[in-house]
């Protein structure tokens, strides 16, 4: 018997790694994943919070997070995946 496949997985592997903002010395950041209807995620987290990270002593605006993020998801088709 020759089934054909009802859905496909998407794997996301990358990390938040900085941001650039003069008037903060601390921060933290929210991410959180938007899709179309027919994605799921299978797993990992669709949302979350970054720890908190601050300003290098060289008193640049960056602040360096190199948060990791990882997600699977599963979908039947690839609209609302922008």
Same mark, same amino acid.
């Given at each position: 018997?020759?089934?054909?496949?009802?859905? %496909?997985?998407?794997? @996301?592997?990358?990390?938040?790694?900085?941001?650039?903002?003069? #008037?903060?010395?601390?921060?933290?950041?929210?991410?959180?994943?938007?899709?179309?209807? #027919?994605?799921? @995620?299978?797993?990992?987290?669709?949302?979350?919070?970054?720890?908190?990270?601050?300003?290098?002593?060289?008193?640049?605006?960056?602040?360096?997070?190199? %948060?990791?993020?990882?997600?699977?998801?599963?979908?039947?088709?690839?609209?609302?995946?922008?």
């Amino acid at each position: 018997m020759n089934a054909k496949p009802t859905n %496909f997985l998407v794997f @996301i592997n990358g990390a938040i790694e900085s941001a650039e903002l003069a #008037d903060f010395d601390d921060l933290y950041l929210r991410f959180a994943y938007v899709m179309g209807k #027919d994605w799921e @995620i299978c797993a990992g987290l669709d949302e979350g919070t970054t720890q908190i990270a601050y300003k290098g002593v060289d008193l640049q605006p960056k602040i360096v997070f190199n %948060f990791p993020l990882e997600c699977t998801f599963k979908s039947t088709s690839p609209f609302g995946c922008e």
